[in-house]
């Protein structure tokens, strides 16, 4: 319960990545070319505003990050002095050709000729060699970090009660271990060495330019500043038209996604809105058609000013070369040389006017990540779990003063007390809201009770290892569940070990064993997603067949007949019935047809017990159970006669 507040801030922070994210604004997608900036068409990243709140809405210790990394100290270190390599192995260029024009050429020197040129291929193979291995070593230890993260992840959110994922919208958790984990990946391999590389280069290039002319260094530190100051901020204003397009066309993707499906567009037949959402895609496009103008403009400027600025510094330098003064007495190869450090050391400046930017978003990513790794699982496991032989268990089940309430304060059970006798049924009806579900969601320990417990056998489930309540509790649902896989597959979840007999013999139980037998593929059709080859009475049948391998010595059956119609039920119930026999049977029942042969019968209205015992002599009572099935068949009749007329 204590992380609420915590998924609250999340889902804010993870609707504005998404809609960074559909718009291209998001800093974590600079990341990695965030070192391009130096010439024309480089990017320029901008701090997410979403970024920004959610590491302030979720602070992240340094140390905790640093833990990640410790231990792949020695590779960061063996990293680090690659690129540091690599880095002052590349200056070596400029001094090369220097030596070329002034030495080589002039003189005719063939043998320095030769091994000058040949150097400058040395430099280039060796800076190569050292960027694949740094290059290597870097993307594992940041695979390393991200398996950790999205294992840990994972894990952590598995113990999570069935609450959290009811509160939390599905596509945010899948964001938190997909897009949050993906952007990791380039923060941990991409930023972090850009970081390194543009500093070492950057320091490097400039110690190399004072060697070469100080005259010359002084005047690029009037040239450089202004070039910078303007290649950034025609890079922010074609960035924010272009962040704008790109949330133009996320918006229109999505009108043709709902408004083209085969919903989309019954719905806008049946409402008759056809109109409209002609109206409206058309005033997105014509918005795109602008924003698509002004976004090559903007380009264009951009490239022309560029294009002068990239011009007129090495033209400055040359025409401070022709003055003694500023010169120095300076050589062709030196001034050929020094023209090319210059613009070598515009790109890691402009890398480097990026880190802060770089920064937030990785502590956004790691803030988003150890948001829900931080959370506390309400439904915890015990730290140590009583020992229980599954297959020993009487099934005796005893609900004593259980209540429970939501997250809002609202109680849904009030003081039940309930035994279950080994072997027995027992049929929980009433009302729409009466809380029937809630009761029957409490023994598999889908929530806990907020006050009272719950005992198998005398024990209290909470003391019981997840693991071993799963094979004592078996429940078959209304909503089923297969995954998109083979039938095998889909059996085999419940018992890894079970043979083909095994599974023939499940099937069979839960007279389905024909219909599977008389399949192209057999065991081995696949059954689609969430099952959809199949009915709904078959996919219930498949899943009685399922809790038959795990065998259960306690059974829940949560409305799962509820959703079919008379036939499929007929089916569905002896299949039920069969699994049913000899096991402790807890039914949540809104069809009162399938309780008649119930061993009790519990009536709940408003969270409270009003009635109890045989189906029989409830019946016969005339009380709460008799009026039920009196308001049931008086809706059965006002559903048959609305569809008579």
Avoid: C
């Amino acid at each position: 319960m204590s992380g609420t507040p915590t998924i609250s801030s999340a889902a804010r922070s993870g609707q504005g990545r998404s809609a960074t994210k559909s718009s291209g604004a998001s800093g974590a997608s600079e990341t990695p070319d965030s070192g391009r900036g130096g010439g024309p068409g480089g990017r320029v990243a901008r701090k997410n505003p979403a970024d920004i709140r959610q590491v302030k809405l979720h602070p992240v210790k340094l140390s905790r990050i640093a833990e990640l990394f410790k231990p792949h100290k020695i590779t960061i270190m063996i990293v680090v002095l690659l690129i540091s390599a690599a880095s002052i192995i590349g200056l070596a260029q400029p001094f090369l050709i220097r030596a070329i024009i002034d030495d080589a050429l002039p003189h005719q020197n063939v043998a320095l000729l030769a091994w000058l040129s040949g150097g400058l291929v040395a430099v280039a193979a060796a800076s190569a060699a050292i960027g694949v291995v740094q290059t290597w070593m870097a993307t594992k230890m940041g695979q390393k970090v991200m398996h950790t993260l999205r294992t840990r992840l994972f894990t952590h959110l598995q113990a999570q009660s069935l609450g959290f994922f009811t509160r939390t919208r599905s596509g945010e958790v899948q964001s938190r271990l997909t897009n949050d984990i993906a952007g990791m990946q380039s923060v941990v391999t991409s930023t972090a060495t850009s970081v390194a590389s543009n500093l070492t280069t950057a320091v490097a290039t400039a110690i190399a330019m004072i060697a070469l002319s100080p005259r010359m260094s002084l005047l690029s530190l009037i040239v450089l500043p202004p070039a910078i100051w303007l290649s950034r901020k025609v890079a922010l204003l074609r960035r924010d038209i272009t962040s704008a397009r790109q949330a133009e066309l996320a918006g229109m993707y999505t009108q043709i996604e709902e408004g083209l499906s085969v919903s989309g567009i019954r719905l806008a037949k049946t409402l008759g809105t056809t109109g409209r959402d002609v109206a409206r895609f058309g005033a997105s496009s014509h918005r795109l058609v602008d924003l698509e103008l002004r976004s090559q403009l903007a380009g264009r400027w951009r490239m022309a000013t560029m294009s002068i600025v990239f011009a007129a510094i090495p033209a400055i330098i040359y025409l401070a070369a022709g003055f003694p003064l500023t010169s120095g007495g300076m050589t062709i190869g030196t001034l050929v040389a020094f023209t090319a450090l210059q613009g070598a050391i515009f790109r890691p400046i402009m890398g480097l006017l990026n880190v802060g930017v770089q920064w937030v978003t990785a502590m956004a990513l790691f803030s988003r990540i150890f948001e829900y790794l931080d959370l506390e699982p309400e439904i915890k496991a015990p730290t140590h779990p009583h020992e229980l032989d599954a297959q020993r268990v009487q099934g005796l089940v005893k609900f004593e003063d259980v209540r429970f309430a939501y997250h809002d304060g609202t109680e849904v059970l009030h003081g039940i007390d309930l035994v279950l006798e080994p072997g027995s049924s027992t049929a929980i009806v009433g009302p729409t809201g009466s809380g029937k579900s809630t009761l029957g969601s409490l023994l598999p320990r889908l929530h806990d009770p907020s006050s009272g417990r719950i005992t198998i056998d005398g024990i209290d489930i909470r003391e019981l290892a997840p693991e071993t309540l799963n094979q004592i509790v078996g429940v078959v649902s209304q909503e089923t569940y297969l995954i998109h896989s083979s039938i095998r597959e889909n059996l085999l979840l419940a018992d890894p070990e079970a043979t083909d007999a095994h599974l023939w013999e499940a099937l069979a139980s839960a007279q389905i064993a024909d219909l599977i037998a008389a399949l192209p593929e057999s065991l081995d059709t696949v059954v689609g997603a969430r099952g959809h080859r199949f009915s709904g009475g078959e996919q219930q049948r498949l899943a009685i067949a399922r809790t038959i391998l795990r065998n259960p010595r306690i059974l829940l059956l949560d409305e799962a007949t509820s959703a079919l119609d008379n036939t499929t039920e007929a089916l569905v119930q002896k299949a039920l019935d069969q699994l049913a026999h000899g096991r402790t049977t807890l039914m949540i029942a809104h069809r009162l047809s399938t309780v008649e042969n119930a061993d009790q019968l519990v009536v709940l209205q408003d969270g409270n017990i009003i009635e109890r015992g045989e189906p029989a002599v409830l019946r016969s009572s005339n009380g709460a159970y008799t009026a039920l099935i009196a308001a049931r068949e008086q809706e059965v009749f006002d559903a048959a006669l609305e569809s008579a007329h």
